[in-house]
């Protein structure tokens, strides 16, 4: 890497950004962020990720305790998950749910985890305006966990990996699904 593509300033914030070559890495819906703010990933490439067998990549600002991050493949045409990704940035209200609560994505109702109530900002005018978008989610981010176990047999002849790959499926239309909600404008 060129030593003065680490230092030209960011789009936005004025501090060092990663150089065009960087493809690895998803688009944040919301690109536009305060001063002194960050983006930390994962120590992975995004490119190098198999999202046949991941449903989306969740992760926790280590530094902004009400910060979040998620990555999903987007909806196609069809409504199925695409070959393109897409990031996201949430924000964890600072009041829990006064319940247990159940999550939006997983609808696991054996939580390992608290949900949590995370909201996003619209993308264009919308956002700008202060619209956002919100779910309740696993506070983790489990999920993807959670829809890998085997449910329990519900009655006699209960095709248990059928309800798997279900609710495998299912999660990954919910997650693409909110996505989609912020990044439409209205």
């Known amino acids: 890497m060129p030593a003065d593509a680490a230092a030209a300033p960011g789009p936005t914030t004025g501090e060092p950004h990663d150089p065009p070559d960087r493809e690895d890495r998803p688009r944040l819906v919301r690109q536009r962020e305060p001063q002194g703010s960050h983006r930390p990933h994962p120590a992975l490439g995004f490119a190098d990720l198999d999202w046949t067998d991941l449903e989306y990549l969740g992760w926790r600002d280590p530094k902004l305790a009400r910060r979040?991050?998620?990555?999903?493949?987007?909806?196609?045409?069809?409504?199925?998950?695409?070959?393109?990704?897409?990031?996201?940035?949430?924000?964890?209200?600072?009041?829990?749910?006064?319940?247990?609560?159940?999550?939006?994505?997983?609808?696991?109702?054996?939580l390992?985890?608290?949900?949590?109530?995370?909201?996003?900002?619209?993308?264009?005018?919308?956002g700008r305006n202060g619209d956002t978008v919100?779910?309740?989610?696993?506070?983790?981010?489990?999920?993807?966990?959670?829809?890998?176990?085997a449910p329990p047999e519900a009655y006699l002849g209960f095709d248990v990996e059928a309800a798997r790959l279900e609710r495998i499926a299912s999660l990954r239309v919910r997650a693409a699904g909110f996505v989609e909600n912020v990044r439409r404008a209205s």
Do not use: I, M
């Open 134 to 149: 919100g779910t309740l989610v696993c506070g983790g981010f489990e999920c993807s966990d959670n829809v890998h176990v």
């Open 112 to 126: 390992p985890a608290d949900v949590l109530f995370y909201a996003a900002k619209r993308a264009g005018a919308a």
């Open 68 to 110: 979040a991050y998620v990555v999903v493949p987007t909806l196609d045409a069809d409504g199925e998950p695409g070959p393109a990704v897409a990031g996201v940035v949430l924000r964890q209200a600072e009041a829990s749910p006064r319940h247990r609560a159940q999550c939006t994505w997983c609808q696991d109702v054996r």
